[in-house]
């Protein structure tokens, strides 16, 4: 009686085990049996827009920058300044030989005098022609004579006057000074040099206002009208942005680029440094809706076509969908066609993708779309 109590809890317990056996292994059949999907990220395309995004990159201008150069020719002997280095009105920046100017300058002194002398005999002969002819000795046509004579003198002791102060000024020529306060920023000429009259020597940018010079091609110029406001950041410094206004818009292209100069008047900031790389950002109106995406959502179907990865709510599953590219940017793109609001377009790993391929998405853009719709499955966690 006793060895039948004890079995039936042994039958019980071998029982129970089996059971738990079972249990596990078609646990681990199920474990084994599910599919590993690959993660991926994806970004909902939000409502298309009507501007079209600029951007170029400039150059930091003064507003006011000439080339300084002589106005008489002749061999350069010292020049006084560096790129760099600030100047203000009177400051010599470089120097000519003067020797034939001041030859010059000596041979005009002494032709006034020579006139002048001519002009002192000239009078004393009219006065005395004049005297006589009060005196009825002389005729009146010697007195006209006398005045003739006196006209002449007195013009050519006039000209060698404009002579002397032309070979004066030619010899103070001789030495390049700037006329306003401002920043050199190139040398065009040095000591040596045998330069012609008005050759760039020294250029000097002005203080004051700055402005910031970029290309724009000629089929985006229409977007570009004086006034205009744009935004203006700078490469040197990411924390320095501002809002700037085209100040000026050329009148034909440049013969080589075939661009058209554009310049951006800056506001005064102490921060802001000639020859900077400027970055303008401005927005142009469209005819065409443009849908924004971040540069890792494009890649190339098998014809080099762009491309990009869509993700179907309803299963998880990715499809390949060609659009058209209409700008670029530093960080995203504009799509033109191929492409509606609400679409779920994978940003990383696109590599991995492949037709109808079921996916597993990190973001959390899938899952509040299948809370938004009701009897919807949840596909991120298939």
Same mark, same amino acid.
């Given at each position: 009686?006793?060895?039948?109590?004890?079995?039936?809890?042994?039958i019980?317990?071998?029982l129970?085990a089996s059971?738990?056996?079972?249990?596990?292994?078609?646990?681990?059949?199920e474990?084994v049996?599910q599919?590993?999907?690959?993660?991926v990220?994806?970004?909902?395309?939000?409502?298309p827009?009507t501007?079209?995004?600029?951007?170029?990159?400039?150059t930091?201008?003064?507003?006011?920058?000439?080339?300084?150069?002589?106005?008489?020719?002749?061999?350069i002997?010292?020049?006084?300044?560096?790129?760099?280095?600030?100047?203000?009105?009177g400051?010599?920046?470089?120097?000519?030989?003067?020797?034939?100017? &001041?030859?010059q300058?000596?041979? *005009?002194?002494?032709? $006034?005098? #020579?006139?002048?002398?001519?002009l002192? @005999? !000239?009078?004393f /002969?009219l006065?005395?022609a004049?005297?006589?002819?009060?005196q009825?000795?002389?005729?009146?046509?010697?007195?006209?004579?006398?005045?003739?004579?006196?006209?002449?003198?007195?013009?050519?002791r006039d000209?060698?006057?404009?002579?002397?102060? &032309?070979?004066?000024n030619?010899? *103070?020529?001789?030495? $390049?000074? #700037?006329?306003?306060p401002?920043?050199? @920023? !190139?040398?065009? /000429?040095?000591?040596g040099q045998?330069?012609?009259?008005?050759s760039?020597?020294v250029?000097?940018a002005?203080?004051?206002?700055?402005?910031?010079?970029?290309?724009?091609?000629?089929?985006?110029?229409?977007?570009f009208?004086?006034?205009?406001?744009?935004?203006?950041?700078?490469?040197s410094?990411d924390? $320095?942005n501002m809002?700037?206004?085209?100040?000026?818009? !050329?009148?034909? /292209?440049?013969?080589t680029?075939?661009?058209?100069?554009?310049?951006?008047?800056?506001?005064?900031?102490?921060?802001?440094?000639?020859?900077?790389t400027?970055?303008?950002?401005?927005?142009a109106p469209?005819?065409?809706?443009?849908?924004?995406?971040?540069?890792?959502?494009?890649t190339?179907?098998?014809?080099?076509?762009?491309?990009?990865?869509?993700?179907?709510?309803?299963?998880?599953?990715?499809?390949?969908r060609?659009?058209t590219?209409?700008?670029?940017?530093?960080?995203?793109?504009q799509?033109?066609?191929?492409?509606?609001?609400g679409?779920?377009?994978v940003v990383?790993?696109?590599?991995?993708?492949?037709?109808?391929?079921?996916v597993?998405?990190?973001?959390?853009?899938?899952?509040?779309?299948a809370?938004?719709?009701?009897?919807?499955?949840?596909?991120?966690?298939?």
């Amino acid at each position: 009686m006793f060895a039948r109590r004890v079995r039936i809890p042994l039958i019980a317990l071998s029982l129970v085990a089996s059971l738990g056996l079972t249990a596990c292994t078609e646990g681990e059949a199920e474990t084994v049996q599910q599919p590993n999907l690959r993660p991926v990220k994806v970004v909902e395309v939000q409502a298309p827009t009507t501007a079209r995004e600029l951007r170029y990159s400039g150059t930091v201008k003064a507003r006011s920058e000439a080339a300084a150069g002589f106005r008489v020719s002749g061999k350069i002997i010292e020049r006084r300044v560096d790129v760099g280095d600030r100047v203000v009105p009177g400051d010599l920046l470089a120097r000519l030989d003067v020797t034939d100017y &001041q030859l010059q300058l000596r041979s *005009a002194e002494a032709s $006034l005098a #020579a006139a002048e002398r001519q002009l002192e @005999t !000239a009078e004393f /002969a009219l006065k005395r022609a004049d005297a006589l002819y009060r005196q009825q000795v002389t005729t009146k046509a010697q007195l006209e004579q006398a005045q003739l004579t006196y006209n002449q003198a007195l013009a050519t002791r006039d000209s060698q006057r404009s002579s002397l102060e &032309q070979a004066r000024n030619q010899v *103070a020529y001789g030495e $390049l000074k #700037a006329d306003k306060p401002g920043i050199v @920023t !190139a040398i065009s /000429a040095d000591a040596g040099q045998v330069v012609a009259a008005g050759s760039p020597v020294v250029t000097v940018a002005a203080d004051g206002e700055k402005e910031a010079l970029i290309a724009v091609p000629e089929n985006e110029i229409f977007a570009f009208a004086p006034g205009k406001e744009v935004d203006v950041g700078f490469w040197s410094n990411d924390g $320095l942005n501002m809002k700037g206004s085209v100040r000026e818009v !050329a009148g034909s /292209a440049d013969a080589t680029s075939r661009t058209f100069a554009v310049r951006i008047a800056l506001p005064d900031n102490p921060q802001i440094l000639l020859g900077m790389t400027a970055r303008v950002t401005a927005l142009a109106p469209s005819d065409k809706s443009l849908f924004e995406l971040p540069l890792s959502a494009l890649t190339q179907d098998a014809a080099k076509q762009p491309t990009v990865w869509t993700v179907d709510r309803t299963d998880a599953t990715v499809h390949a969908r060609p659009v058209t590219i209409d700008t670029f940017s530093d960080t995203g793109v504009q799509v033109s066609a191929g492409l509606e609001p609400g679409d779920l377009v994978v940003v990383a790993g696109t590599q991995f993708m492949a037709e109808d391929m079921q996916v597993r998405v990190a973001d959390e853009n899938l899952s509040r779309a299948a809370e938004a719709e009701p009897g919807t499955p949840d596909a991120a966690t298939p």
